[in-house]
Each structure stands twice: as structure tokens, then as C-alpha cells.
């Protein structure tokens, strides 16, 4: 799998494809980003029978990858891998691999979603049918403070963590909800909306 297929995905693709299985939890021991640019297919493409490091495992990787790759010329992650039968193996992976692992979750949470979405007796119709031809990477709309792509509503489904742009999502649509219900042109409103944003500044 490379980026620009995932990239090109409908919602109603997803439907139909057979990723990578997840790994178990624990499966990336230790790591250390390293200068050597590889080559090998193995290193920059994620075959079909491949496991797939966890969003949680691969975040810390995700964050810092950038940093390392501006200020120290870092090009891939040398990788501990714990097998099934719990033995060790490395592996490098590629920037852009990393990158596709992360794709690929996004992929799966935008497969559950259309699922919960053709079961849901809950969502008004069309929508799930509306949702079936638009792009995993499209953008959502009309919030002021955010900006995501829609496979990440798929966090929502189950617990997992939830993505801080769909939380910012969430809380402005409540804030609006609860502006209207007691809107009044002379008083202002008694609660304030804090994105997590200005949290963190």
C-alpha cells in the first residue's frame, strides 16, 4: 500500500478492502530514528500480510518524526519488534511507512463508521448514502475552529482515544446548541467555549 491509494479511498471502498491485520499491543518493544535512507520494499511499503503497529504505539514516533528529520536529517525509525512467539526482530521503516501505518488506521476507523452507519436507526436517511461516494480525506465543514478529515469521526465508535479536532468539533456544536436555546439580544451568554487550543497556548 502506498500513500496516494489511500489518499484516492471513498468511504465505500473501505467497504471492500482487506488491510493489514493490527498488531497486539506491545508490539513495538523500543525505537531510535536513524540517518539511513533505505531502499528495500520491505522498509517503504506495507505488504498485506503485514502487522500493523497500534495509533498508540506509533504516536510518539508520528510526533517527533518531523523534528528529527528538520533539525538532525533523519530519514527512517529502527524498530524492536515483538514477535508472537515473543522473540525480537528489527525492522526499518521509512518515514513515509510510518505515515502509512498511521493511514491505515484511519482507513479502518472509516470502515466502522460507514458499518455503524448502515445499521444506525438513529441517523436520519440518505446519510450514511450520502457518505458512501465521498473521499475518507475530505475535509468537515462550518466549524470555525477545526478542520479534520472525516475518516477521524470514526474515533468516536467504541473507546478509544478521541482526536482532539473532533472533541474541538464537538464542544463548538454544543456551545452553539446551547446559545440558541437561550439566546437573548441583551444578555450575553453565561458559559465561555475553550477550544483545546487555547488549553495548550
Same mark, same amino acid.
Given at each position: /500500500?502506498?500513500?496516494?491509494? @489511500?489518499?484516492?479511498l471513498s &468511504?465505500? !471502498?473501505?467497504?471492500?478492502?482487506?488491510?493489514?491485520?493490527? #498488531?497486539?499491543?506491545? &508490539?513495538?518493544?523500543?525505537?531510535?530514528? %536513524? $540517518?539511513?535512507?533505505?531502499? !528495500?520494499? !520491505?522498509? +517503504?511499503?506495507?505488504?498485506?500480510?503485514?502487522?500493523?503497529?497500534?495509533? =498508540?504505539?506509533?504516536?510518539?514516533? =508520528? @510526533?517527533?518524526?518531523? *523534528?528529527?528529520?528538520?533539525?538532525?536529517?533523519?530519514?527512517?525509525?529502527?524498530?524492536?519488534?515483538?514477535?508472537?512467539?515473543?522473540?525480537?526482530?528489527?525492522?526499518?521503516?521509512? &518515514? *513515509?511507512?510510518?505515515?502509512?501505518?498511521?493511514? *491505515?488506521?484511519?482507513?479502518?476507523? #472509516?470502515?466502522?463508521?460507514?458499518?455503524?452507519?448502515?445499521?444506525?436507526?438513529?441517523?436520519?436517511?440518505?446519510?450514511?448514502?450520502?457518505?458512501?461516494?465521498? =473521499? +475518507?480525506?475530505?475535509?468537515?465543514?462550518?466549524?470555525? %475552529?477545526t478542520e &479534520?478529515?472525516?475518516?477521524?469521526?470514526?474515533?468516536?465508535?467504541?473507546?478509544?482515544? +478521541?482526536?482532539? !479536532?473532533?472533541?474541538? #468539533? $464537538?464542544?463548538? $456544536?454544543? /456551545? @452553539?446548541?446551547?446559545a440558541t436555546?437561550?439566546? =437573548?439580544?441583551?444578555?450575553?451568554?453565561?458559559? $465561555?467555549?475553550?477550544?483545546?487550543? @487555547?488549553?495548550?497556548?
Open positions: /500500500y502506498l500513500t496516494t491509494f @489511500f489518499n484516492l &468511504f465505500n !471502498d473501505t467497504l471492500n478492502l482487506h488491510l493489514p491485520p493490527s #498488531a497486539p499491543k506491545g &508490539f513495538i518493544v523500543c525505537w531510535i530514528f %536513524i $540517518l539511513d535512507v533505505p531502499s !528495500d520494499c !520491505d522498509s +517503504i511499503i506495507v505488504q498485506p500480510d503485514e502487522m500493523i503497529p497500534l495509533t =498508540s504505539e506509533l504516536l510518539p514516533i =508520528s @510526533f517527533a518524526m518531523t *523534528s528529527a528529520f528538520e533539525k538532525d536529517g533523519m530519514r527512517s525509525v529502527l524498530l524492536n519488534l515483538c514477535q508472537a512467539d515473543s522473540t525480537e526482530m528489527t525492522a526499518v521503516y521509512h &518515514f *513515509s511507512k510510518v505515515c502509512i501505518c498511521a493511514i *491505515s488506521h484511519s482507513v479502518n476507523q #472509516a470502515c466502522e463508521l460507514m458499518h455503524y452507519m448502515g445499521s444506525s436507526t438513529l441517523l436520519p436517511p440518505g446519510v450514511a448514502d450520502t457518505l458512501h461516494s465521498v =473521499s +475518507i480525506k475530505s475535509l468537515i465543514q462550518g466549524f470555525q %475552529i &479534520f478529515p472525516l475518516c477521524q469521526l470514526g474515533c468516536l465508535l467504541g473507546e478509544t482515544y +478521541i482526536e482532539e !479536532d473532533v472533541l474541538n #468539533a $464537538l464542544s463548538e $456544536l454544543l /456551545y @452553539f446548541l446551547e436555546r437561550n439566546w =437573548s439580544p441583551t444578555i450575553d451568554p453565561s458559559f $465561555l467555549f475553550l477550544p483545546t487550543l @487555547f488549553l495548550n497556548n
